[in-house]
């Protein structure tokens, strides 16, 4: 359960990179400051509620919680409080399988139909490794429940939901060949769990724990039942604001205002290996500093869980880059509940982000948080007051525009707000703050137009990111 396809204006697909190196005791202390007013700032206007850990060569550089674990009870939300993180869990069921492998009790070739009662044919030209890298073609049962929808909410509260998802996919062929292709699946991690059952010879919970959280430390960890509501579990929240309540969102809002809506949980009846793991920030790090390897997991272990497969997924992490860096991470959606995780080896950091706020723009957050830390540009959080414009005034925006980069920009005209396309790479709503200045959500930045002496725009400015994209019209001004 990772983040999905979320609507046009709150899509976030950008990273942007400056290396710097490592920084003085003063020069952290200037970060976590600078860290603490970023995320005050994004709480203030009601888009975070959460915690955020740091860490960085073995110390930690920043941690601390904001908002709230309960909002009608206003009890804080603090780095202690338990959260649902989803397909983070696919973290330490990946490692549970890599663990029985090195234990001589499976082979990653091996069909998972040696493991698995009722295994329909299709499934027998499939491996472990096949699941623990998401190339199974076993169809992902999300896909068709619309995460976040009320049908999803409504089926994944019955305490027979993973019976149901695992009766549902014997049923159904295969997307594609096994190895074929990278397609993700949660239903192929909900199966993985099933295999390290067997495996085993215990339930997969009890295997976990006691292998790997356990020797871990993280002692404030574990696995939802049904009905099982561990304690000091932060409530999921979504917003009752509307896409369309841009007016709202951009002014910004108190999270005790009335403007949040509680979620209920979801049964996630074991085992669950793709979404089933509560834990906290601490613990999360105490995860990472076990993914660096040694008596938990080994180096060989870890070097083999970091090597990418199809579409850079190795075994529960992406892998990739990120800041010119080299950058393992995952994160994990479920209603109410965001979470990221990242790693920079080379920098020996880890910045991890967990909000109980569905609707947070966590990647943009993430952006800008690894932005602080090594020393690249970002921007504070983009407040202000939506206007209406004019016909007359939009005119005057309308048109084709070429970035410094070449490529073709054009801003259009959709029935409820001006849009920004570039062909191929976006097309994005942009909400007026005045005639020539707009909130961009696609970015969480701003547009801006330069207007020639006639009023008409001869230049616009997309900033997001913490840097400027600029781009002129292409034919010229009018007189």
Same mark, same amino acid.
């Given at each position: 359960?990772?983040?999905?396809?979320?609507?046009?204006?709150?899509?976030?697909?950008?990273?942007?990179?400056?290396?710097?190196?490592?920084?003085?005791?003063?020069?952290?202390?200037?970060?976590?400051?600078?860290?603490?007013?970023?995320?005050?700032?994004?709480?203030?206007?009601?888009?975070?509620?959460?915690?955020?850990?740091?860490?960085?060569?073995?110390?930690?550089?920043?941690?601390?919680?904001?908002?709230?674990?309960?909002?009608?009870?206003?009890?804080?939300?603090?780095?202690?409080?338990?959260?649902?993180?989803?397909?983070?869990?696919?973290?330490?069921?990946?490692?549970?399988?890599?663990?029985?492998?090195? @234990?001589?009790?499976?082979?990653?070739?091996?069909?998972?139909?040696?493991?698995?009662?009722?295994?329909?044919?299709?499934?027998?030209?499939?491996?472990?490794?096949?699941?623990?890298?998401?190339?199974?073609?076993?169809?992902?049962?999300?896909?068709?429940?619309?995460?976040?929808?009320?049908?999803?909410?409504?089926?994944?509260?019955?305490?027979?939901?993973?019976?149901?998802?695992?009766?549902?996919?014997?049923?159904?062929?295969?997307?594609?060949?096994?190895?074929?292709?990278?397609?993700?699946?949660?239903?192929?991690?909900?199966?993985?769990?099933?295999?390290?059952?067997?495996?085993?010879?215990?339930?997969?919970?009890?295997?976990?724990?006691?292998?790997?959280?356990?020797?871990?430390?993280?002692? @404030?960890?574990?696995?939802?039942?049904?009905?099982?509501?561990?304690?000091?579990?932060?409530?999921?929240?979504?917003?009752?604001?509307?896409?369309?309540?841009?007016?709202?969102?951009?002014?910004?809002?108190?999270?005790?205002?009335?403007?949040?809506?509680?979620?209920?949980?979801?049964?996630?009846?074991?085992?669950?290996?793709?979404?089933?793991?509560?834990?906290?920030?601490?613990?999360?790090?105490?995860?990472?500093?076990?993914?660096?390897?040694?008596?938990?997991?080994?180096?060989?272990?870890?070097?083999?869980?970091?090597?990418?497969?199809?579409?850079?997924?190795?075994?529960?992490?992406?892998?990739?880059?990120?800041?010119?860096?080299?950058?393992?991470?995952?994160?994990?959606?479920?209603?109410?509940?965001?979470?990221?995780?990242?790693?920079?080896?080379?920098?020996?950091?880890?910045?991890?982000?967990?909000?109980?706020?569905?609707?947070?723009?966590?990647?943009?957050?993430?952006?800008?948080?690894?932005?602080?830390?090594?020393?690249?540009?970002?921007?504070?959080?983009?407040?202000?007051?939506?206007? @209406?414009?004019?016909?007359?005034?939009?005119?005057?925006?309308?048109?084709?525009?070429?970035?410094? @980069?070449?490529?073709?920009?054009?801003?259009?005209?959709?029935?409820?707000?001006?849009?920004?396309?570039?062909?191929?790479?976006?097309?994005?709503?942009?909400?007026?703050?005045?005639?020539?200045?707009?909130?961009?959500?696609?970015?969480?930045?701003?547009?801006?137009?330069?207007?020639?002496?006639?009023?008409?725009?001869?230049?616009?400015?997309?900033?997001?990111?913490?840097?400027?994209?600029?781009?002129?019209?292409?034919?010229?001004?009018?007189?």
């Amino acid at each position: 359960m990772t983040l999905q396809r979320l609507p046009l204006f709150l899509c976030l697909l950008f990273c942007f990179c400056m290396g710097a190196p490592f920084p003085t005791a003063a020069q952290s202390t200037d970060r976590a400051a600078a860290l603490d007013r970023y995320l005050a700032r994004q709480t203030e206007l009601g888009r975070f509620s959460g915690a955020v850990l740091i860490a960085e060569k073995g110390r930690i550089l920043f941690r601390r919680g904001y908002g709230f674990a309960d909002v009608e009870a206003k009890i804080p939300y603090t780095p202690e409080t338990r959260h649902a993180v989803a397909s983070l869990t696919k973290m330490v069921t990946s490692a549970a399988a890599l663990k029985l492998r090195d @234990q001589g009790k499976l082979k990653l070739e091996d069909s998972i139909c040696t493991y698995l009662a009722e295994c329909p044919e299709t499934w027998k030209p499939v491996t472990i490794q096949h699941l623990m890298r998401h190339t199974s073609g076993i169809p992902d049962y999300e896909e068709k429940l619309d995460i976040g929808s009320d049908a999803y909410l409504e089926f994944m509260k019955q305490p027979g939901a993973t019976a149901k998802i695992m009766a549902d996919a014997r049923k159904l062929p295969l997307d594609f060949k096994p190895g074929e292709k990278f397609n993700y699946s949660n239903t192929g991690y909900i199966l993985l769990s099933l295999v390290v059952e067997k495996a085993a010879g215990k339930p997969f919970v009890e295997y976990v724990t006691e292998t790997l959280l356990k020797p871990a430390g993280m002692t @404030q960890s574990g696995f939802f039942g049904a009905g099982r509501i561990p304690k000091n579990l932060a409530n999921g929240y979504t917003h009752k604001l509307g896409d369309k309540d841009w007016g709202q969102l951009l002014e910004g809002f108190s999270l005790t205002a009335g403007h949040l809506k509680k979620l209920p949980q979801l049964a996630l009846t074991p085992p669950a290996g793709d979404a089933g793991l509560y834990t906290t920030v601490d613990d999360l790090y105490r995860w990472s500093q076990v993914m660096d390897g040694g008596k938990v997991i080994s180096a060989a272990e870890v070097a083999e869980i970091f090597t990418p497969g199809l579409d850079g997924y190795g075994y529960g992490w992406f892998v990739g880059k990120g800041f010119n860096r080299k950058r393992m991470r995952h994160d994990g959606f479920l209603p109410g509940y965001i979470s990221d995780f990242v790693k920079f080896p080379d920098d020996q950091t880890t910045i991890i982000a967990v909000s109980n706020l569905e609707r947070v723009r966590l990647r943009t957050v993430m952006r800008d948080l690894t932005a602080i830390v090594f020393g690249a540009p970002y921007d504070m959080p983009v407040q202000g007051k939506m206007v @209406q414009l004019t016909e007359a005034q939009t005119g005057q925006l309308l048109g084709e525009y070429q970035t410094t @980069q070449g490529k073709l920009l054009v801003v259009g005209q959709d029935p409820d707000y001006l849009t920004a396309e570039i062909k191929d790479q976006f097309k994005a709503g942009l909400i007026p703050l005045s005639p020539t200045e707009f909130y961009f959500p696609l970015g969480d930045g701003k547009v801006t137009f330069t207007l020639d002496g006639a009023g008409r725009a001869v230049k616009v400015n997309l900033r997001y990111g913490g840097e400027d994209h600029l781009a002129e019209r292409k034919e010229p001004s009018k007189p």
